[in-house]
């Protein structure tokens, strides 16, 4: 054992030194090197290494680190610059972590981060080994606004592709939301490496365009989710090629196998990128068009054509969808459970009706901000719908006790109830869902005035009730 602890402190530079060089190249700067003669000092037996701008093994918080020779001396880290404390040189002793065999450390190791499990790999040979084990990357998951994530993607998805060349088979999931840093370029590493490809998030990052979601949607098969959130440049995901992108064959007969995709905030998004969208991923089960607010009831027809799978379906503060497109929400029939229209105030009672009438299977729903809804959008919620779960009509004025009473009646299931700045509601309709509704375990009536003995009253009926309100006399 000793041998062989002599042949991991020697190998510190060699084994990792593929990656060490790999991850280097994804900085600014090359690493400060100490000077030989280190001058004499309190901690002249520290060789500190300097690195600037995080790279894959090294994304670190600012934190404050403790030299391993007992010193009480402590080098603080802040920004993005990291210092790296290494013991002074003389014997070395056998680490207890040294006496376990592979196995345990693999299991350990398959609890750690992307950035952790390659500074895992810069330790020795045999941490480097383990650490690039092909079962340990089925998924790279990277954060950080400063961090420089096309480099990254780069380093890792040519490093995993050693084993196998030109392709990583393992990879099956990339997150890397919030890197602002991001381009298509990094999003082009991973498409021509990674073709099973399951799962991609790059919510957040602005810079990516149209032409990688492309090289993405066509390399990668079986990609069944993806989040591109807040990439304002994403109008369109297909596999129809466009002059300004590089030609390529799609593999799988003009069907993208999307389950899930998220377009939240993706203002450019319009009616024709919808139909396109739709006539590409007729697989599409949970859909999440949040703030896109160029989108009409003409997209919506679209997604009932072509998509009849769609069971969550969410158009938050789409303010151009109205009755007619929840109309054509509703031939989504009895898949659709989840539904988001807050703050769509072109929808009525009209638009409601149509939807609970065809979607008895409906569980959750979102009106908040809909102030043309009634009490007569309520009772025909109430009887089509009768295992709904969850409901919000807050700010929706013309909201009041009698459309409640049909509620609890009709809705005994009901765990979810949001009826903030309801002004008609009064503690008539609180009394209804207390005797109703026992399940009942959220109830919203901020800015509502009701009195204290109703709530009290939903309090001492729905013992898991959490009541959130702004009212003095109810503690």
Not at 53 to 75: K, R, V
Not at 113 to 124: D, G, K, M
Request: charged share 20%; net charge positive; hydrophobic share 35%.
């Amino acid at each position: 054992m000793g041998a062989n602890n002599g042949k991991h402190c020697e190998s510190e530079g060699k084994g990792s030194s593929g990656v060490s060089s790999d991850v280097s190249s994804s900085t600014d700067h090359t690493p400060t090197k100490p000077p030989k003669n280190a001058a004499t000092s309190e901690d002249s037996d520290l060789s500190m290494r300097t690195l600037s701008t995080p790279s894959p093994a090294l994304i670190l918080a600012p934190q404050t680190i403790i030299p391993h020779n007992g010193n009480n001396s402590s080098s603080s880290v802040s920004g993005e610059t990291v210092a790296l404390v290494h013991p002074p040189p003389g014997h070395h002793h056998l680490a207890p972590v040294d006496l376990l065999p592979d196995n345990p450390i693999f299991q350990i190791f398959s609890h750690l981060s992307t950035n952790q499990l390659c500074r895992c790999a810069r330790v020795c040979r045999r941490w480097y080994n383990l650490a690039w084990d092909p079962r340990l990357w089925g998924a790279i998951r990277l954060t950080g606004e400063l961090l420089h994530a096309d480099r990254a993607l780069r380093v890792l998805t040519h490093r995993l592709c050693q084993d196998t060349p030109s392709v990583c088979l393992t990879l099956e999931t990339v997150v890397v939301s919030g890197c602002r840093r991001l381009t298509d370029r990094g999003l082009h590493a991973v498409a021509m490496c990674c073709p099973e490809l399951r799962h991609l998030e790059v919510a957040g990052c602005y810079n990516v365009s149209d032409e990688a979601v492309f090289e993405v949607v066509s390399r990668c098969p079986n990609l069944e989710h993806l989040d591109v959130s807040g990439c304002t440049k994403v109008t369109c995901i297909s596999l129809a090629q466009d002059s300004s992108m590089t030609p390529l064959s799609p593999q799988h007969c003009q069907q993208i196998s999307i389950r899930y995709l998220d377009l939240t905030d993706c203002f450019s998004l319009e009616d024709e990128g919808v139909r396109t969208i739709a006539s590409h991923c007729p697989r599409l089960t949970h859909l999440y068009l949040r703030r896109c607010q160029r989108l009409t009831d003409e997209a919506l027809r679209q997604l009932a054509l072509h998509c009849p799978a769609i069971r969550e379906l969410s158009l938050s503060d789409c303010r151009l969808v109205g009755d007619f497109g929840l109309r054509e929400v509703a031939r989504l029939e009895g898949r659709l459970r989840y539904l988001s229209v807050a703050h769509c105030c072109r929808i009525t009672d009209v638009g409601v009706r149509y939807v609970a009438r065809y979607c008895p299977r409906l569980r959750y729903l979102n009106a908040r901000g809909c102030e043309g809804l009634t009490d007569h959008g309520l009772g025909h919620l109430a009887r089509s719908c009768p295992k709904l779960r969850s409901l919000d009509v807050g700010k929706c004025p013309l909201v009041s006790d009698s459309g409640l009473e049909q509620l609890a009646r009709s809705c005994p299931g009901l765990r979810r109830l949001s009826l903030r700045a309801c002004e008609s509601v009064s503690g008539r309709g609180l009394r209804m869902l207390a005797t109703h509704c026992p399940e009942l375990q959220l109830l919203n009536v901020q800015e509502c005035e009701v009195p204290a003995e109703a709530l009290r009253l939903v309090r001492r009926h729905c013992r898991r009730c959490v009541i959130e309100h702004t009212i003095p006399a109810f503690y």
